[in-house]
Structures are given as structure tokens and as C-alpha cells.
């Protein structure tokens, strides 16, 4: 019989029950027992394992405080004595993920103990964690919330007892790029012909190479002198004029707008607004120059820091966005951009 | 989220004032702020200046 494994639980604000994205800025705590989906944590770990605690911090205090939230977490954590960290399920929500990403590779590393995340494989914290630490793929919405947190039980009691851990398929955890050496009953040669014959029939075979999924792009060669730059101003925050007359979505994007400002000097708020389900706009909307910097670059334009500012904003609302379309959003704009003459960029990210 | 930024290739990145106020910090006064923006986008040209 196995002794009960200690599990703590990592949750953002909102899994917490402590609020939505306008308490995205509270700080780290820490709650005896499970809380939220801690529960049905508790319950797929069964006699095996016992949710001592839920530790969770605000997506944006995380992201903005990463060091010091990881210390004070992983110091709550610690005083449990733990063995296991479970952290999330985050789904899609990329600054969650990322968070989930960063306290279970911190609990590896300073506390030795076994580690499980949960996200969406096209989550950013996927591509930024998956090699160092386990991460459960739970889909992009909370609709597999209970099947996922059974898959990162099952991992995490595995991982926790030291038992031998399964492929990525089997266990249901994104690949970590580790290669393993095992007997296979054909040589490669068998094993590609016999892929290409299924391919050529049409039927189901599994590449033993997985395609990187970000293409990766070369950097622009530097501006070198401003005086005859022409710099355009982007936004991923979901900037539009009163009355999003493109009708860009907060979420999920799909399109960008393009926003004259040739006779604009500043964004008064009465005339802008930010369109976006991943932050609270309170702030921007209230003096949208803080998520486009319009005012001061006009004024650095007029005072000869540079040539010219470009004559549109171009904005797309960031959050939950598919790799694809945003792929697609992004080209576009350069296209536009470089067909204008625009020489630089700078992108304001939320 | 400047990791995010690399993670994706966009090696050209500063840290901004803040998620839910890119370019502001809605602490400061006005004219304090209006400040901080300038210096944080003058950074921003600076880097666009530079190679990586």
C-alpha cells in the first residue's frame, strides 16, 4: 500500500472564486483543501492522494511579479510538505497557462517535487513549459474540465509513487521532445513504406517525426537612422473608434481594424475604445493613449525624432486568438504596412 | 509576458507599464504619466535601432 500522496493545487483568480479579469491584479495566496475544481481534483485522485491545499495568484499580478509570485507561492507550497504540484487546468487562457507553465517548473527545480499542468496544446505556455515539466493537453475549453484533471491525477500519482511514465498518447500529455530508445519489430525502411502505402490507401498512419508547429521568423535588419523613419503603431489590445464600426471581436479574432489617425493627436477617450475579453479595459478606456501611444509619438514626430507617422493604427483584440488566424492577422498588416512604406513597428501587446 | 513575445520570435521587446495599461500606469499623475510613456517609447525606437 502506497503511502497518501500530498497534492497542492494551483488555480488563477478566477478558478479561485475570487473574481474575473478585474481581479486579475490580486496578489498570491493560499486556502486549506481543495477549492473550485479542486474538488474534482480530490475526487480522481480517490484514496490515493489528498488536495492539502489551493495556492493561486491574479493572471496579471503572476505575469507581472513572476519572481516573487513563484517564491511566495512555492513558500505556501512548501509548508505543506508536498509531493505533488497540479496546476490548472488553463485551457486556452495564455496568461494562466503560462503561469501554470512557470509554478510546476519551479516546483521541480527548488522544491524536488513531481509536477502536472494543465492546457491547451496551442496555449503559449504549452510551447514555452512542455519540454521541461508534464502538461496535460485539456482542450481549448473548460467543457473537459473533469476528464482532463483524471488524466493529471493519474500523471501526477505516477510521477509522485517514481512509476514508469508512458508515451505522450497514452498518458495523454503534450510530447516533451524526449527521445527513448525501444525495440520496434520492423526496421525503419518497413516501418516508412508501409506508412506511404497507408497514406497512398488513405488510411490512418503516425508520422514518427512531429512537424515544429511555429515557423519562426527572421528579425527585420535594424533602423538605422530615424530621421527617415516611417513608424506605424499596432495594437493586439483591441483598439477601435466609438462604435467598432469594423466589428472586431474581443476574442477569437478573426480580422483587424485599420483606424485613420493622419489628424489625430491624441486618443480621447469619448472618440476610442478598447474591444478585448482577455484584460479589463478600465484603464485604456479611460485614456486609450495608454494602449496606443499616439499622443507622445505625434509629439516626438513633430519634434523631428523621426520622419513620419504612419496614418493608420492597425488593431486586433489578442485574446484567446488560434495560431492560424493570427498568423494570417499578422501578415497582413506587414503587407499593408511594408506597401505603405512603413519602416518600423512598434506593437503594443496586452 | 515578455518570455511570450520570444517564444513566439519577437526578439524585439521591452517590458511595457503594465497588462491591463501597456503604455501608462494609471498611478501617476497625468502629466507624470504622459512622462513615463515618452521615455517607454522612446526606448521602444532605440530598440527598433538596434540588431539581434
Known sequence: ?350 | MIPVAKEVGSLRAIASGGIVSPTGNPELPQEKEKQFRRELVLRALKTLQQEV
Open chain 1, 1 to 350: 500500500m502506497n503511502k497518501k500522496i500530498r497534492v497542492v493545487h494551483y488555480l488563477n483568480q478566477f478558478f479561485a472564486q475570487i473574481g474575473a479579469e478585474e481581479k486579475g491584479d490580486a496578489g498570491p495566496g493560499v486556502k486549506e483543501g481543495p477549492i473550485g475544481p479542486g474538488r474534482a481534483l480530490q475526487q480522481a485522485l480517490g484514496e490515493n492522494g489528498k488536495v492539502v491545499a489551493s495556492i493561486f495568484c491574479g493572471d496579471n499580478y503572476f505575469a507581472e511579479n513572476q519572481d516573487e509570485a513563484i517564491d511566495v507561492l512555492l513558500r505556501f507550497a512548501a509548508e505543506r510538505k508536498p509531493d505533488l504540484l497540479i496546476a490548472g487546468p488553463a485551457f486556452e487562457s495564455g496568461r494562466y497557462g503560462v503561469a501554470c507553465g512557470a509554478i510546476c517548473q519551479a516546483a521541480q527545480q527548488k522544491l524536488r517535487i513531481a509536477a502536472v499542468a494543465g492546457m491547451d496544446e496551442d496555449n503559449v505556455g504549452a510551447g514555452l513549459h512542455r519540454k521541461s515539466i508534464y502538461i496535460v493537453n485539456s482542450g481549448p475549453t473548460i467543457a473537459r474540465m473533469v476528464p482532463t484533471l483524471q488524466r493529471m491525477a493519474t500523471l501526477g500519482l505516477k510521477l509522485a509513487q517514481n512509476q514508469p511514465i508512458g508515451k505522450p498518447d497514452e498518458e495523454g500529455y503534450l510530447s516533451r521532445g524526449v527521445k527513448r530508445n525501444e525495440f520496434a519489430a520492423k526496421p525503419p525502411a518497413e516501418r516508412a513504406v508501409d506508412m506511404l502505402l497507408a497514406k497512398l490507401r488513405g488510411d490512418e498512419f503516425k508520422s514518427e517525426i512531429a512537424p515544429p508547429k511555429f515557423a519562426g521568423s527572421k528579425p527585420a535588419a535594424p533602423l538605422g537612422d530615424l530621421s527617415r523613419a516611417v513608424i506605424a503603431l499596432v495594437t493586439d489590445g483591441g483598439l477601435v473608434p466609438e462604435g467598432n464600426p469594423d466589428k472586431i471581436e474581443p476574442g477569437r479574432p478573426t480580422r483587424f481594424t485599420t483606424i485613420p489617425i493622419a489628424d489625430v493627436n491624441t486618443l480621447d477617450a469619448d472618440k476610442y475604445d478598447a474591444v478585448h475579453s482577455g484584460y479589463d479595459t478600465a484603464f485604456t478606456n479611460q485614456d486609450p493613449n495608454r494602449l496606443v501611444p499616439l499622443d507622445v509619438m505625434r509629439e516626438l514626430e513633430h519634434e523631428g525624432k523621426f520622419a513620419k507617422l504612419h496614418e493608420f493604427v492597425h488593431s486586433t483584440g489578442g485574446a484567446h486568438a488560434a495560431v492560424d488566424n493570427a498568423t494570417r492577422i499578422g501578415q497582413e498588416i506587414a503587407q499593408r504596412l511594408k506597401t505603405a512604406g512603413v519602416t518600423g513597428v512598434i506593437l503594443t501587446s496586452t
